[in-house]
């Protein structure tokens, strides 16, 4: 427990995060500085005349003005880090570069079914320190756990679930070794009685069994259950890893399988992930807008048989897009791409190893509507087109929510017209 009552902290960074922190250590007698690049540009100039910095996680933890403030005996935590110091129950922590926010949200409904005192904090759910509150010895807390956050870690989840980890953010990241670094600290710090949840299929989960402190489990989609895969409303092989990582947490926890099995069922998974928005003329529209990188559009377009039309682009976050090309020349259903965005060169880079019929059609300054509309004219009846960009937003839109309600609202609009 560290004692705030008039100690000199600033809060870096005033997004969701920095307003749960300044609430809770309002509450605690904190004398609190705000600092945003938004509110003042020279925000970090006098980081090293606090008693505590907590950090965001957007602002990157190794800029110069955060390592100096710390030579300077100022401590450097995060909102996270204040939780598990002072979270009297069990947290369940989940990491990779995508799936985090379904495992996480899937895992939460499991143990709610099961009558559990639970929580949905972090990215997702619940501001975490909010919850401090309410919490006891009794309480489960599950976290969705991004690198931005993991990066200097010196505590881990009772129970860490590992997904998949490719390449993300490397915008932030200084390179590729730091990211998955950041992301291992998730396991290196637990105890014996601790559980490691790893996915099998890939080498990178797996790597982290050697520095696991906990119990090591394994997960993957093809020793899963067949019970487990059958009449899901989540559409897409990738989701199967995902329900494996929830089911082996469920079974840590003790809850029936029986009940594991009923709420994996009627799971419809989340928002802006893979999500069926309507269908209209025997055309079916999908809006996985959260898919910023190529793994989860990969995942995307291998979920479907049908014909696809793909929206891909969107704004650059150093990523590269060979594997995507290589994915579409092999899946022959991909008939149409609609090519948007500052990534929308790079992906048509990507794409000249295709060597069969592909209609691509680059948009520059453009809509939603007219996306969608072009989508609809080019998409054969019995045909999917999916927004699943990935890339980031930021070049046309807020974020990915408001690039996924553009669409929706969009497919909705054009139901309208042609109904």
Not at 163 to 172: A, M, P, Q, R, S
Not at 349 to 374: C, P, Y
Request: hydrophobic share 40%; net charge neutral.
């Amino acid at each position: 427990m560290t004692e705030y009552k008039d100690k000199k902290i600033a809060i870096l960074g005033y997004g969701l995060e920095g307003r749960d922190v300044e609430k809770y250590l309002k509450n605690k007698g904190a004398v609190l500085t705000i600092l945003d690049k938004k509110l003042d540009p020279d925000y970090l100039a006098s980081l090293s005349k606090f008693d505590i910095i907590v950090r965001s996680p957007g602002v990157y933890r190794h800029i110069p003005e955060i390592v100096e403030a710390e030579k300077a005996g100022v401590k450097i935590t995060s909102a996270i880090k204040i939780f598990f110091d002072e979270c009297p129950g069990k947290i369940i922590g989940v990491t990779g570069t995508k799936g985090k926010g379904t495992t996480s949200t899937l895992i939460y409904q499991i143990l709610k079914a099961a009558g559990l005192d639970v929580y949905l904090a972090g990215n997702i759910g619940k501001p975490m320190l909010e919850l401090l509150s309410v919490l006891t010895s009794k309480s489960y807390v599950v976290l969705e756990m991004s690198s931005f956050q993991l990066i200097d870690m010196d505590k881990s989840p009772n129970i860490s679930v590992v997904l998949n980890i490719t390449e993300d953010h490397l915008d932030w990241h200084k390179d590729r070794e730091e990211y998955v670094n950041a992301k291992e600290n998730i396991v290196k710090f637990q105890k014996p009685s601790d559980f490691t949840v790893l996915n099998e299929e890939y080498e990178t989960p797996k790597s982290f069994e050697k520095d696991a402190k906990g119990k090591v489990l394994f997960f993957s989609k093809k020793s899963l259950d067949a019970k487990f895969k059958e009449k899901l409303l989540l559409r897409g092989k990738h989701n199967l890893e995902n329900i494996a990582a929830a089911v082996e947490v469920a079974k840590i926890v003790g809850v029936d399988e029986d009940l594991i099995l009923k709420t994996v069922q009627s799971f419809k998974g989340l928002e802006h992930r893979l999500e069926l928005v309507n269908t209209i003329c025997d055309v079916t529209f999908y809006n996985d807008s959260f898919a910023t990188g190529p793994q989860p559009t990969i995942a995307a377009i291998n979920s479907f048989t049908e014909p696809e039309t793909l929206i891909l682009g969107g704004s650059d976050k150093g990523l590269d897009y060979q594997e995507l090309g290589k994915i579409i020349s092999e899946k022959e259903n991909v008939k149409n791409i609609i090519l948007i965005g500052e990534t929308k060169f790079k992906i048509r880079m990507s794409l000249q190893i295709v060597n069969r019929e592909l209609h691509i059609v680059g948009l520059d300054k453009t809509n939603m509507m007219e996306i969608v509309e072009i989508a609809y004219k080019i998409t054969k009846p019995g045909g999917v087109v999916i927004l699943s960009p990935a890339s980031a937003s930021f070049d046309m839109f807020k974020n990915y929510k408001d690039r996924g309600n553009q669409f929706k609202e969009a497919v909705h609009q054009l139901n309208e017209k042609e109904t």
